[in-house]
């Protein structure tokens, strides 16, 4: 019969290295399971602990349980403070107490495990050595043989099973005899906060140290008296395993032995005032479903098969490359999807419509879904909502493998206050900084990172270098970036202290937006950062060594805006707001832009693009089609959140996600979305193929004005080029009347033009009006000078509508 498991758990584990770790006696269920059995917790709730039955003996003194052990020597005793740090969780080095530690006298062993009823040296020479019961959980002996070094030995350790009637034996490794399992240059860097591989340092590892398998718990925490180990494995009771503090680092270690991935735990931090709290691991890379919120061992078996992708990615820099980004909030795209049942269908619906790159909204473990992401818990952790670290490797990895690029977004500017998270984290001010009014985020209820501690900075540099190297991530977009810039974002005057120089900037943020940068484009060839910067700061995408800020893109805010207020405007008022639609090309190549039309766009009242627009329902998907075709012909990337490339007239909610219905052949107006999804499929196909619309967005001579002054007739016309000056023509009527006989100014060595895309063409659900007939609609320019050129076109311009033409 399989014996009950203790009360008090020690995983057993096995001599030879590199075996794996046998499980309990009892078989550990899945995290899956364990969060399922578990009653529901809130997020700042401690994990459920199941109270250990009582012991069968009370606790004795050592000297009444000398009496009872006759012939059993005990260890010379523990001073009362430091028994009493020990147990009480606030020692700084328990190695120096616990374990084998060799003497005048002999060798002195301690053992410390609570509840249990006896424990046992197992010594190479077959004896069972029993441990003098000291009280509280502590056990030792003293072997009076002289011996310079300390025997080998491991633990047997005895305790009562649940119901009382019997006992169980488990065999281990005793972890306190052990030596460190992290090394001198890892506590070097990262005292000097330059450790740019930081999660492999910190954090749980199973690895195998000194011949024994088992797992290196590490965690940085300078203000804490003391650390301990609490987990499934210990019934969330860390006082049989406090942690070593290792100098002047601040790190915290103890390697734990049988202990494999799939287990959960917490740190449990005594704090400079004495109180104790369970946090959770900062560098955790994988945790529980939430509302729990442990931390879960983990480690990674993924084989990647992307490798083609990464060795072409880095052929030619982003911004001279095509760009066209889905953005997407995963967990709603396609609700109750994990990430592998979303690798079968993601994919495959991004490269039929033609985008380059999928955007995906935060996905670092956070506890409040309603945030969508932007109040970050677990840094290092992709959100166990949908699946296992491993699973979300195989979806990027699918999404590599269709041709796609990967960019998330990332929260560096602040994290929320939950009690088991970073906001204090080891009793004092750690991750936020140490002034009240320079950590207290005005907006959003949160904390902002303190960016002059070397250490935070590190932890944010090294976090944007783990997503790109731990799991192929192809482009960071960093969130918030203006308000870690500013030290006066968001508050009154007298709100806020001016830096060293007596400016508004934050020095420390900007110090730390460059380094990251500039690590990140060092470690990881052809992975780009974007920055989501709403400001006029200069040189936000200039380079690091040329005093810039060092990012490869930045969201065009001011354009998205613009546009955005010009199109909600009846046509007949459009005429006054004409320079709306113009202004950005004033101010167009002091950056490299990505015009962005987003899921901040579309919710909260704002309304869906298409809602947006004004008219009745033919004008406002004309309208919807018309501004799509401008976008993606004007300079600069292009994103467009999910669901409204079918026209979606409802706001987005995170609660159900795209209104797919909308495209079912069953419904009526089914051809009314269809049509626009049909159009940013040609849109794509036809960007994707013309360098002449993304390979100069950067450079002045990709772009210049055919006609920008056209107010009266809400018509904007321009020509784009390419590096060897091969044309396109992209013409916007944004007014609701066909305008026949329209003459625009063409390049004069182009014999022939070719209609490459009309928005009102019927298939997209235009009216069909084109230029020419048949199956290539064709324009032949006449030598007539007009708008400063010596030819000309004369074209017919459908109502609410864009026109695309190039060499035929």
Same mark, same amino acid.
């Given at each position: 019969?399989?014996?009950?498991?203790?009360?008090?758990?020690?995983?057993?584990?096995?001599?030879?290295?590199?075996?794996?770790?046998?499980?309990? !006696?009892? #078989?550990?269920?899945?995290?899956?399971?364990?969060?399922? +059995?578990?009653?529901?917790?809130?997020?700042?709730?401690?994990?459920?602990?199941?109270?250990?039955?009582? *012991?069968?003996?009370?606790?004795?003194?050592?000297?009444?349980? %000398?009496?009872?052990?006759?012939?059993?020597?005990?260890?010379?005793?523990? %001073?009362?403070?430091?028994?009493?740090?020990?147990?009480?969780?606030?020692?700084?080095?328990?190695?120096?107490?616990?374990?084998?530690?060799?003497?005048?006298?002999?060798?002195?062993?301690?053992?410390?495990?609570?509840?249990?009823?006896?424990?046992?040296?197992?010594?190479?020479?077959?004896?069972?050595?029993?441990?003098?019961?000291?009280?509280?959980?502590?056990?030792?002996?003293?072997?009076?043989?002289?011996?310079?070094?300390? #025997?080998?030995?491991?633990?047997?350790?005895?305790?009562?099973?649940?119901?009382?009637?019997?006992?169980?034996?488990?065999?281990?490794?005793?972890?306190?005899?052990?030596?460190?399992?992290?090394?001198?240059?890892?506590?070097?860097?990262?005292?000097?906060? *330059?450790?740019?591989? &930081?999660?492999?340092?910190?954090?749980?590892?199973?690895?195998?140290?000194?011949?024994?398998?088992?797992?290196?718990?590490?965690?940085?925490?300078?203000?804490?008296?003391?650390? $301990?180990?609490?987990?499934?494995?210990?019934?969330?009771?860390?006082?049989?395993? #406090?942690?070593?503090?290792?100098?002047?680092?601040?790190?915290?270690?103890?390697?734990?032995?049988?202990?494999?991935?799939?287990?959960?735990?917490?740190?449990?931090?005594?704090? /400079?005032?004495?109180?104790?709290?369970?946090?959770?691991?900062?560098?955790?890379?994988?945790?529980?479903?939430?509302?729990? @919120?442990?931390?879960?061992?983990?480690?990674?078996?993924?084989?990647?098969?992307?490798?083609?992708?990464?060795?072409?990615?880095?052929?030619?820099?982003?911004?001279?490359?095509?760009?066209?980004?889905?953005?997407?909030?995963?967990?709603?795209?396609?609700?109750?999807?994990?990430?592998?049942?979303?690798?079968?269908?993601?994919?495959?619906?991004?490269?039929?419509?033609?985008?380059?790159?999928?955007?995906?909204?935060?996905?670092?473990?956070?506890?409040?879904?309603? !945030?969508?992401?932007?109040?970050?818990?677990?840094?290092?952790?992709?959100?166990?909502?949908?699946?296992?670290?491993?699973?979300?490797?195989?979806?990027?990895?699918?999404?590599?493998?269709?041709?796609?690029?990967?960019?998330?977004?990332?929260?560096?500017?602040?994290?929320?206050?939950?009690?088991?998270?970073?906001?204090?984290?080891?009793?004092?001010?750690?991750?936020?900084?140490?002034?009240?009014?320079?950590?207290?985020? #005005?907006?959003?209820?949160?904390?902002?990172?303190?960016?002059? $501690?070397?250490?935070?900075?590190?932890?944010?540099?090294? @976090?944007?270098?783990?997503?790109?190297?731990?799991?192929?991530?192809?482009?960071?977009?960093?969130?918030?970036?203006?308000?870690?810039?500013?030290?006066?974002?968001?508050?009154?005057?007298?709100?806020?202290?001016?830096?060293?120089?007596?400016?508004?900037?934050?020095?420390? %943020?900007?110090?730390?937006?460059?380094?990251?940068?500039?690590?990140?484009?060092?470690?990881?060839?052809?992975?780009?950062?974007? +920055?989501?910067?709403?400001?006029?700061?200069?040189?936000?995408?200039? /380079?690091?060594?040329?005093?810039?800020?060092? =990012?490869?893109?930045?969201? @065009?805010?001011?354009?998205?805006?613009?546009?955005?207020?010009?199109?909600?405007?009846?046509?007949?008022?459009?005429?006054?707001?004409?320079?709306?639609?113009?202004?950005?090309?004033?101010?167009?190549?002091?950056? @490299?832009?990505?015009?962005?039309?987003?899921?901040?766009?579309?919710?909260?009242?704002? *309304?869906?693009?298409?809602?947006?627009?004004?008219?009745?329902?033919?004008?406002?998907?004309?309208?919807?089609?018309?501004?799509?075709? =401008?976008?993606?012909?004007?300079?600069?990337?292009?994103?467009?959140?999910?669901?409204?490339?079918?026209?979606?007239?409802?706001?987005?909610?995170?609660?159900?996600?795209?209104?797919?219905?909308?495209?079912?052949?069953?419904?009526?107006?089914?051809?009314?979305?269809?049509?626009?999804?049909?159009?940013?499929?040609?849109?794509?196909?036809?960007?994707?193929?013309?360098?002449?619309?993304?390979?100069?967005?950067?450079?002045?001579?990709? =772009?210049?004005?055919?006609?920008?002054?056209?107010?009266?007739?809400?018509?904007?016309?321009? &020509?784009?080029?390419?590096?060897? *000056?091969?044309?396109?023509?992209?013409?916007?009527?944004?007014?609701?009347?066909?305008?026949?006989?329209?003459?625009?100014?063409?390049?004069?060595?182009?014999?022939?033009?070719?209609?490459?895309?009309?928005?009102?063409?019927?298939?997209?659900?235009?009216?069909?009006?084109?230029?020419?007939?048949?199956?290539?609609?064709?324009?032949?320019?006449?030598?007539?000078?007009?708008?400063?050129?010596?030819? !000309?076109?004369?074209?017919?311009?459908?109502?609410?509508?864009?026109?695309?033409?190039?060499?035929?």
């Amino acid at each position: 019969m399989t014996p009950a498991r203790p009360p008090y758990h020690d995983t057993p584990d096995t001599e030879a290295a590199g075996a794996p770790a046998p499980t309990s !006696s009892v #078989p550990r269920p899945t995290v899956q399971q364990t969060a399922a +059995a578990r009653p529901a917790r809130s997020g700042t709730a401690k994990p459920a602990r199941p109270a250990p039955p009582v *012991r069968k003996a009370p606790v004795r003194t050592a000297r009444r349980q %000398a009496a009872e052990q006759p012939g059993v020597p005990a260890a010379p005793p523990l %001073a009362p403070e430091e028994r009493a740090r020990l147990l009480g969780g606030g020692h700084h080095d328990p190695h120096a107490v616990l374990g084998a530690h060799a003497g005048p006298a002999g060798v002195a062993v301690r053992v410390l495990r609570p509840y249990a009823r006896a424990v046992a040296l197992l010594v190479p020479d077959g004896q069972r050595l029993p441990l003098h019961d000291d009280g509280d959980g502590l056990f030792s002996t003293l072997l009076p043989e002289p011996t310079a070094a300390v #025997p080998e030995y491991r633990l047997l350790i005895t305790y009562d099973t649940p119901d009382g009637r019997g006992v169980h034996e488990v065999e281990t490794h005793d972890p306190y005899r052990l030596l460190p399992s992290l090394g001198e240059l890892d506590l070097h860097l990262i005292g000097e906060g *330059r450790h740019e591989e &930081l999660w492999r340092a910190l954090g749980a590892h199973p690895l195998v140290h000194q011949g024994v398998a088992g797992t290196r718990f590490t965690l940085w925490a300078p203000n804490a008296r003391g650390v $301990r180990i609490a987990g499934d494995f210990n019934y969330w009771d860390g006082g049989g395993y #406090p942690m070593r503090s290792l100098g002047s680092s601040g790190v915290w270690e103890l390697f734990l032995p049988g202990i494999d991935a799939g287990a959960l735990y917490k740190f449990e931090i005594a704090r /400079p005032d004495g109180t104790h709290t369970l946090r959770a691991d900062p560098m955790a890379r994988h945790t529980e479903v939430p509302p729990a @919120n442990a931390s879960v061992v983990t480690r990674s078996h993924h084989v990647w098969q992307d490798e083609e992708w990464l060795a072409r990615r880095s052929g030619r820099p982003a911004h001279e490359g095509p760009m066209s980004v889905y953005e997407v909030h995963l967990a709603s795209w396609r609700p109750g999807l994990t990430y592998r049942q979303l690798a079968e269908q993601l994919p495959s619906y991004v490269k039929d419509l033609g985008f380059t790159h999928v955007e995906m909204m935060p996905l670092a473990e956070h506890p409040f879904g309603g !945030s969508w992401g932007y109040q970050v818990t677990g840094f290092y952790a992709p959100t166990s909502r949908m699946g296992s670290p491993d699973d979300f490797r195989h979806l990027i990895d699918a999404l590599h493998r269709a041709g796609i690029g990967v960019i998330m977004d990332w929260v560096p500017a602040h994290f929320p206050r939950d009690e088991w998270a970073l906001a204090e984290f080891d009793g004092r001010p750690l991750y936020e900084h140490a002034d009240p009014a320079r950590a207290a985020h #005005p907006d959003w209820g949160t904390l902002e990172f303190d960016y002059g $501690r070397k250490e935070v900075r590190n932890f944010l540099v090294a @976090n944007a270098v783990y997503w790109c190297e731990e799991f192929h991530i192809d482009g960071l977009r960093v969130d918030a970036v203006a308000s870690m810039l500013y030290l006066d974002y968001s508050r009154e005057e007298g709100e806020w202290t001016p830096n060293a120089h007596g400016g508004r900037e934050d020095l420390d %943020a900007v110090a730390f937006l460059k380094e990251m940068n500039a690590t990140v484009y060092r470690r990881c060839p052809g992975v780009v950062t974007i +920055a989501e910067e709403s400001t006029a700061w200069d040189g936000v995408t200039r /380079p690091t060594d040329s005093g810039g800020l060092g =990012f490869g893109l930045k969201w @065009n805010m001011g354009w998205m805006h613009d546009s955005l207020e010009y199109m909600v405007r009846e046509p007949v008022h459009r005429k006054f707001h004409h320079h709306e639609m113009t202004f950005a090309m004033v101010y167009a190549y002091s950056e @490299n832009y990505v015009l962005p039309i987003s899921h901040d766009e579309v919710v909260h009242g704002k *309304r869906a693009l298409v809602g947006k627009m004004p008219g009745d329902w033919w004008q406002q998907r004309a309208n919807h089609r018309a501004y799509l075709g =401008f976008m993606w012909s004007h300079p600069g990337k292009q994103l467009l959140f999910m669901g409204q490339e079918f026209a979606q007239g409802a706001e987005w909610s995170e609660s159900h996600g795209p209104d797919w219905w909308l495209l079912d052949p069953s419904y009526a107006a089914e051809p009314d979305h269809r049509g626009v999804r049909h159009l940013v499929r040609d849109l794509n196909a036809v960007y994707g193929a013309t360098p002449a619309l993304w390979e100069r967005d950067s450079a002045p001579d990709g =772009f210049a004005w055919i006609d920008a002054d056209a107010a009266e007739d809400n018509v904007f016309a321009y &020509l784009r080029f390419d590096a060897a *000056r091969h044309p396109l023509v992209a013409v916007s009527n944004f007014s609701p009347v066909v305008r026949e006989g329209y003459r625009l100014g063409v390049p004069e060595w182009i014999p022939t033009w070719e209609e490459v895309l009309n928005t009102d063409e019927s298939r997209y659900g235009g009216a069909g009006i084109r230029n020419g007939s048949g199956e290539r609609a064709t324009v032949h320019p006449e030598p007539t000078p007009s708008h400063g050129r010596g030819s !000309s076109v004369v074209l017919t311009l459908p109502p609410l509508a864009t026109l695309w033409l190039r060499p035929a």
